[in-house]
């Protein structure tokens, strides 16, 4: 009986280990997934500056007749 009694709590230990580790992992790939849409943003918002600077530049250089 105390055998069984053991068995159990050893995979009651391993269940509830499991289950904090799941979360874990999950909080963790939360984590990343934020990171990399906000280095995702960033990198659309620095494209869409440059591309924007550039044209702008582009057009100064034209209105001076400095081609």
Same mark, same amino acid.
């Given at each position: 009986?105390?055998?069984?009694n053991?068995e %159990?709590e050893?995979?009651s230990?391993?269940?509830?280990?499991?289950?904090t580790?799941?979360?874990?992992?999950d909080?963790?790939?939360? !984590? %990343?997934?934020?990171?990399l849409?906000?280095l995702?943003?960033?990198? %659309?918002? !620095?494209?869409?500056?440059?591309s924007?600077?550039? !044209?702008?530049?582009?057009?100064? %250089?034209?209105?001076?007749?400095?081609?």
């Open positions: 009986m105390d055998e069984t053991s %159990i050893r995979e230990l391993h269940s509830a280990s499991d289950r580790l799941y979360s874990l992992v909080e963790s790939d939360r !984590k %990343i997934e934020g990171n849409l906000r995702k943003g960033r990198y %659309i918002l !620095k494209t869409i500056a440059e924007h600077f550039t !044209k702008i530049l582009h057009n100064i %250089i034209e209105s001076k007749g400095w081609k």
